[in-house]
């Protein structure tokens, strides 16, 4: 109840002032994008710059991507364990249904939904498959937060972030995408620079999601280098 999106910009201004700090730069990788954003265009003028990886804006389209009719296909095998760990008659909401079955307070079904939820992900993080660990408590706790804010479509209005990016006119920003990203495809970090003056969009041609993609690292560490270097 106390977990929203709103919640999250009042404790990331509250720890701005905590910090005694002036104005920082934001950044933020997917779910992290979303944040970034958000924060910023409430508190623009406490946004000294801001570095974004793999764009996520909670639009309904993003989330018929991952969740009902686009990932699924390109990982078809990987699409049908996770949408048949869902009983047939729940399957038009798979985000609801996981999310219920992560709050039940059964710890086995939550555990076994956890799985099914994270190995979904994991697989479309990545252009090339790499190895997972797996930590179940840890995979019960991201997916449980996970779906809380999915299923609420992150507690923002339908394309509120991409709408409101005129707001962020005047902040340096630099959004790094991963051409094969199937995650949060190329589309949403495309829209949203088209709506923010002055942004700069880099797409990475060899990369998917991750942040441990080596062209998406080498973008960041860049793009942050700089930024404080020009900003000092």
């Known amino acids: 109840e106390a977990n929203t999106t709103a919640h999250l910009i009042r404790d990331i201004e509250a720890l701005r002032k905590e910090l005694e700090i002036d104005r920082w730069l934001l950044f933020g990788g997917s779910w992290g994008t979303t944040l970034a954003l958000a924060y910023a265009e409430q508190h623009p003028d406490r946004v000294r710059a801001m570095v974004l990886r793999g764009v996520f804006t909670a639009r309904q389209c993003e989330l018929d991507w991952l969740y009902r009719d686009g990932a699924s296909h390109v990982f078809t095998e990987a699409w049908e364990h996770f949408r048949n760990f869902i009983p047939k008659a729940e399957r038009g909401n798979l985000v609801r249904a996981y ?26 993080s990545t252009l090339l498959p790499a190895p997972a660990s797996f930590d179940v408590e840890a995979m019960v706790t991201f997916a449980r937060i996970e779906t809380h804010f999915l299923a609420h479509k992150a507690f923002l209005d339908e394309g509120e972030l991409i709408g409101n990016a005129t707001r962020l006119r005047g902040i340096p920003g630099l959004i790094v995408q991963g051409r094969y990203d199937m995650v949060t495809p190329p589309s949403t970090a495309w829209a949203l620079h088209q709506a923010w003056p002055g942004s700069k969009l880099e797409i990475i041609p060899d990369a998917g999601h991750a942040s441990s993609e080596p062209g998406i690292r080498r973008a960041l560490i860049t793009a942050t280098d700089s930024i404080c270097s020009n900003q000092s």
């Open 99 to 124: 999310y219920a079955r992560l709050t039940r307070g059964d710890p086995a079904i939550e555990s076994a939904a956890a799985c099914a939820w994270c190995t979904w992900e994991d697989t479309l």
